[in-house]
């Protein structure tokens, strides 16, 4: 069995080496965003010095960032076992799945029914939400256990019907780090004769994703949480997409991606996906680089397996401090079923005071509802929410015990 070489991949990561106020960064924003390889650094560089150009031009350079763009596509089309003609890019999830919205709801009947969950980040809850309003649709809402933050399949049950025509479920939770059971949500969907669109945007830096073995007919996902830049991605079925209404100009060439794109981002991303590829060779044991999707599920094999075990060691420090709360799923039996992403709250004080007393002590961790607001309101959380704490692959241990102390210490003085 391969050991994860956490040296070797924090090495890859010139952020985690900056000092700020004489001590470095400890970084558990990641579910906000990720810090990125000095590869991707590299690689948004490179493209301004050797390939800036716009699309379809007759020299050098614009055929250069043509073929970085069409590789980018392929390398993101991997990431999710999909073919690259199959993945549409631009800026981020929730600006995709706003555009999509728009032409797949068009192709909806008045009265026709769209279902949300209260478990999702509100990218894909309310793009539905004002499809649904402009035209004539009915919104049902799909509410999760508050206790564990699930979604149980026997609440779908009574929420689909023959009018249905999509499910809008997100693949892990960003706020408590559930993991849904994608694949069984997709068979009951189906079989009612609806789409199903995933939001994968927490899943994928934390699972090894395969849309078409979920049955997902569409999955988003936002670059930037998975060491890249700023960059979103949408999988559509090719016979799908080709079917819906296209709102775009005239001689776009792509059907979905409206205007020139961000080309250096799509470099970077392309970089991302292949550091991924060397996490694969150097922590899961693959020894084949030219097959890049078999170096994306080792890769993704290693990431769970360290991060697992890394939020285990986070998750029984939590429960060891008086005043501390862990929301969603805290029995380590089930643990498999979320993604190593903690939402706690201290008793005696507030997730934004206790944000600001880290990050005095150069630890980064977000606090408030991070667009899962619907989820935040149920909980009786609102307006402060949790304070969220998102392990990646590239925290060490002890960074863990680093904030376990200083959380140990903010609870001890509310306390107080």
Request: charge should be negative.
């Amino acid at each position: 069995m391969t050991t994860f070489d956490i040296d070797a991949v924090r090495a890859r990561f010139p952020a985690l080496s900056v000092d700020h106020d004489g001590r470095p960064m400890a970084f558990f924003d990641g579910p906000g965003g990720t810090q990125v390889p000095e590869t991707v650094i590299d690689a948004v560089a490179d493209y301004y010095r050797t390939a800036n150009a716009n699309h379809g031009g007759a020299f050098a350079t614009s055929r250069r960032s043509d073929a970085i763009v069409v590789e980018a596509h392929d390398a993101i089309a991997d990431l999710l076992n999909v073919h690259g003609r199959e993945i549409t890019l631009g800026p981020n999830m929730t600006t995709l799945t706003f555009h999509l919205s728009r032409s797949i709801a068009a192709s909806f009947r008045p009265g026709d029914e769209i279902v949300v969950t209260g478990l999702d980040h509100q990218a894909n809850v309310d793009p539905w939400i004002a499809a649904a309003r402009d035209n004539e649709l009915i919104v049902r809402t799909w509410e999760p256990r508050l206790d564990d933050c699930t979604l149980q399949l026997e609440d779908l049950e009574g929420l689909i019907g023959e009018r249905t025509r999509l499910v809008a479920v997100g693949w892990a939770s960003n706020a408590v780090g559930t993991i849904n059971p994608v694949a069984e949500i997709a068979e009951r969907a189906h079989r009612a004769g609806a789409l199903v669109y995933v939001d994968a945007v927490h899943a994928a830096p934390h699972l090894s994703l395969d849309a078409p073995a979920v049955g997902a007919d569409f999955v988003a996902c936002s670059v930037y949480k998975f060491f890249g830049p700023h960059v979103g991605a949408v999988y559509a079925r090719q016979e799908l997409m080709a079917s819906l209404p296209s709102i775009k100009l005239r001689p776009a060439s792509h059907r979905f991606e409206t205007g020139t794109g961000n080309f250096e981002g799509y470099a970077g991303a392309l970089a991302a996906v292949d550091y991924l590829c060397w996490v694969g060779e150097r922590c899961g044991g693959h020894a084949s680089p030219a097959e890049r999707r078999s170096g994306l599920v080792a890769a993704m094999t290693a990431i769970r397996a360290y991060e697992l075990d890394l939020y285990g060691h986070l998750a029984a420090g939590l429960a060891a401090i008086p005043g501390v709360r862990t929301w969603g799923l805290t029995d380590p039996a089930a643990f498999d079923r979320r993604t190593p992403t903690a939402a706690i709250t201290i008793a005696g004080t507030t997730p934004r005071a206790a944000a600001e007393a880290l990050g005095a002590q150069q630890i980064a961790a977000w606090d408030g509802d991070f667009y899962a607001t619907g989820l935040i309101e149920r909980l009786g959380l609102a307006p402060d929410g949790v304070l969220r704490i998102g392990l990646t692959h590239y925290n060490a241990r002890a960074e863990v015990d680093r904030l376990l102390e200083a959380l140990a210490t903010i609870a001890t003085d509310a306390r107080r």
